[in-house]
């Protein structure tokens, strides 16, 4: 016998398990389906160790717009609400604080921040602090060891440093869902959809499940059944590989660089790792696998599938193709990874702008680690856009989540629940979720929701 329920959600990466854990906790669902490809919650880039672990607060990432700032903080702030409500125990596990600057090297870069610490900035980011080479030098000594004297160097040092181990915050949702009697199952792929009169039917190989409503939460894969139903031509993706290089740990925290022109991914940076104290890692670094999952094969042809191939699409890769900044970052990050040459020049490039004194013995290329960044290309700007992108369909929704997908999960269960429960007649316990995850604005989202924009 075929199931029904009112909520299908696929994918138990973090967007999936934290829609997952929101639905069951304060709408009156009756029954929620989780469909995970492989056999564990966070196996692609939610997993601890494929990301940069760290809850964006829009504050030392230089390529975002005040707007784009005060949004992201908002997210993020949710997920402090959710860890204050675990115990001390698994809130350890999950989230740490940890110092975090941005750090400007060379006149240019200086003169950059120095920008961004606007009034404006800092009405948002009251806490954010400007350092000069000598506070530097106490804060995070190795970034200036071994520098020279006469290269100018500044940095923005956050108020609003963590890191999270996003695998386990994923798991602790899932397991709260689960509780609350959200059934998931395991190697379970969904391989195609199908509308029926009241919402949809997913195919799987263990049979076939129907949904009032289904949401994909498939990272990578979301665009691809997107496409498949006949949404959203005017999005595609571009799949950006990110890598890690280990180092011992030189950094007290968290070292972002200043980015380069409008690119939405990040720049490389130093961080330290949640699961392992005695490393820094270095990246992500760059690359473009045509692939949606990084160490496996088979996934170039479905990639592919998410273009159209139109003229849209192909004056957008040209653009983002010969881009000058893109071209620059394509060219370095192409060796970073080979064996010796490598890692000298990643030291050249990158560490050295962060750790002026590390040397290429102390550090190797970890390839068991790293993910994709789905980053989304907006046809009608012929360019990639920053962030997020949903598309909604008719009972049904698609989420795209490059970074900082894992710090906006629960800000996306939020939407996406108020959006089920404007559409389908399902009651949500507004004032619980914002007592417990912080305020919200109904308001903004249902007049958005009802003119159904894409959000
Ligand atoms: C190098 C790198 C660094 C990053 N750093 C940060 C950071 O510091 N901070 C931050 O906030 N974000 C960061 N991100 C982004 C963040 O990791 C992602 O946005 C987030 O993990 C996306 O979660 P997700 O659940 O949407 O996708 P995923 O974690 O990819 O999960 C998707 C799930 O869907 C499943 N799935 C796919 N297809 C199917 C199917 N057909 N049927 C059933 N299940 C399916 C997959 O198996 C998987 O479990 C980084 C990403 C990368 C790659």
Do not use: W
Not at 120 to 137: T, W
């Amino acid at each position: 016998m075929e199931d029904y329920y009112d909520l299908i959600i696929i994918g138990a990466g973090i967007t999936g398990s934290a829609l997952a854990y929101v639905a069951s906790r304060y709408s009156d669902m009756k029954s929620i389906l989780v469909l995970e490809k492989y056999g564990k919650v966070a196996p692609l880039n939610s997993d601890s160790t494929n990301n940069s672990q760290t809850l964006h607060f829009g504050d030392i990432e230089t390529n975002y717009t005040l707007e784009e700032a005060a949004h992201t903080k908002a997210s993020a702030e949710r997920v402090l609400y959710y860890s204050k409500m675990l115990s001390v125990s698994e809130r350890s596990k999950i989230i740490s604080p940890v110092q975090k600057m941005v750090l400007g090297v060379g006149p240019e870069e200086v003169k950059r921040l120095e920008k961004i610490y606007s009034p404006e900035m800092r009405k948002l980011f009251p806490g954010l602090k400007k350092l000069g080479r000598k506070e530097l030098q106490k804060i995070e000594p190795n970034t200036i060891k071994g520098r020279d004297p006469d290269e100018e160097v500044s940095a923005l040092l956050s108020d609003k440093g963590y890191m999270v181990n996003f695998g386990l915050l994923a798991k602790s949702f899932h397991e709260k869902a689960k509780k609350a009697g959200v059934k998931t199952i395991f190697n379970c792929p969904c391989i195609n959809v199908n509308p029926i009169e009241d919402g949809h039917e997913v195919v799987t190989p263990r049979g076939n499940f129907k949904g009032r409503f289904v949401i994909f939460a498939a990272g990578t894969y979301s665009l691809y059944f997107a496409k498949k139903l006949g949404y959203d031509k005017n999005l595609s993706i571009f799949s950006v590989g990110g890598g890690f290089y280990i180092a011992p740990r030189v950094l007290k925290g968290k070292v972002y660089r200043v980015q380069a022109g409008g690119i939405p991914f990040a720049a490389i940076h130093g961080d330290p790792d949640i699961t392992n104290p005695k490393v820094t890692r270095f990246g992500p670094t760059v690359s473009f696998p045509l692939a949606l999952e990084v160490r496996k094969g088979g996934t170039t042809l479905d990639y592919l599938k998410t273009f159209d191939f139109d003229i849209p699409t192909i004056q957008s890769l040209f653009n983002i193709l010969f881009n000058k900044d893109i071209l620059r970052i394509m060219r370095r990050n192409a060796v970073y990874p080979m064996p010796l040459f490598g890692k000298n020049l990643f030291i050249k490039n990158e560490v050295s702008k962060i750790v002026p004194s590390l040397t290429a013995d102390k550090i190797y290329f970890d390839k068991s680690v790293g993910g994709i960044r789905p980053q989304i290309i907006d046809e009608n700007k012929r360019f990639l856009s920053m962030g997020a992108s949903k598309i909604r369909g008719n009972n049904i929704m698609f989420n795209i989540t490059p970074s900082p997908g894992a710090t906006s999960s629960l800000q996306s269960a939020m939407d996406d629940i108020v959006y089920i429960s404007t559409l389908l007649d399902i009651k949500l316990d507004e004032e619980r979720m914002e007592r417990e995850l912080g305020r919200f604005d109904y308001k903004h989202l249902k007049e958005k929701i009802n003119g159904h924009k894409q959000i």
